[in-house]
């Protein structure tokens, strides 16, 4: 069974740009998680997405947004980057999501370099 | 809020030994707790999950407890090997959100 898998692994932009990063879950599983990873902050979540729907979100700023399609992958865009933005984004796959109690599965991430 | 500490923040042994790394918790009204290790730049890989009705679980070489009550989770690691050098995480789950320690970093000396 395939992992979960994120494009593109490496990202480099400027400021004020956006960017849209890509997740495609373990086949099967029906949520998607968002994390943003630095070393100041450590590792803190985004969102969460489950059959299309947004069911929990981390206090960001609206800058960041996600969606989910039908087939259970999903997206995060980034508008506006800011310095402070540059990170380690890693979305996790799971069967029914964080209020479930189900095993989380980690993608290898995003890397976000802005200049 | 939810605040999860993980101590030590860095640990350093030689081959073979017998480690405990500690995780604690602020909010007892989790739904799971679940310990990830994550290698240099790389994603998390999840070792262990322990439901909120469990007080333990096993894989191999580790043994992850869980004390709902003091709000405490230790991972046990048995007779260490190189390959465990990495950074050892813990999360706790609950009402749709997680949150994540600063995690323990593991060198384990040949």
């Known amino acids: 069974k395939a992992g979960v898998t994120q494009t593109p692994r490496y990202l480099i932009k400027t400021r004020g740009q956006q960017v849209t990063l890509s997740c495609s879950p373990i086949s099967g599983h029906r949520s998607v998680s968002w994390y943003q990873q630095t070393p100041g902050q450590g590792l803190q979540f985004l969102f969460e997405y489950f059959s299309e729907t947004q069911r929990n979100k981390g206090n960001f700023p609206g800058r960041f947004s996600g969606r989910q399609f039908s087939n259970s992958r999903s997206e995060m865009n980034v508008s506006t980057l800011e310095l402070g933005d540059s990170a380690l984004y890693l979305c996790?796959?799971?069967?029914?999501?964080?209020?479930?109690?189900?095993?989380?599965?980690f993608g290898p991430g995003t890397r976000l370099t802005v200049l | 809020k939810q605040e999860v500490t993980q101590i030590p923040a860095a640990l350093s042994v030689p081959e073979g030994e017998n480690l405990v790394l500690n995780c604690s918790f602020t909010d007892s009204a989790i739904y799971n707790l679940q310990w990830f290790r994550q290698d240099p730049g790389k994603g998390l890989t999840s070792l262990l999950l322990?439901?909120?009705?469990?007080r333990e679980q096993t894989s191999g070489r580790l043994n992850a407890s869980l004390d709902k009550s003091s709000g405490r989770s230790t991972l046990y690691i048995a007779a260490s090997q190189p390959g465990d050098s990495a950074t050892y995480l813990c999360a706790v789950f609950n009402a749709g959100k997680s949150t994540f320690g600063d995690g323990t970093t593991l060198t384990v000396k040949p």
């Open positions: 996790a796959s799971s069967l029914g999501g964080t209020s479930s109690g189900n095993e989380q599965f």
């Open positions: 322990i439901q909120s009705s469990q």
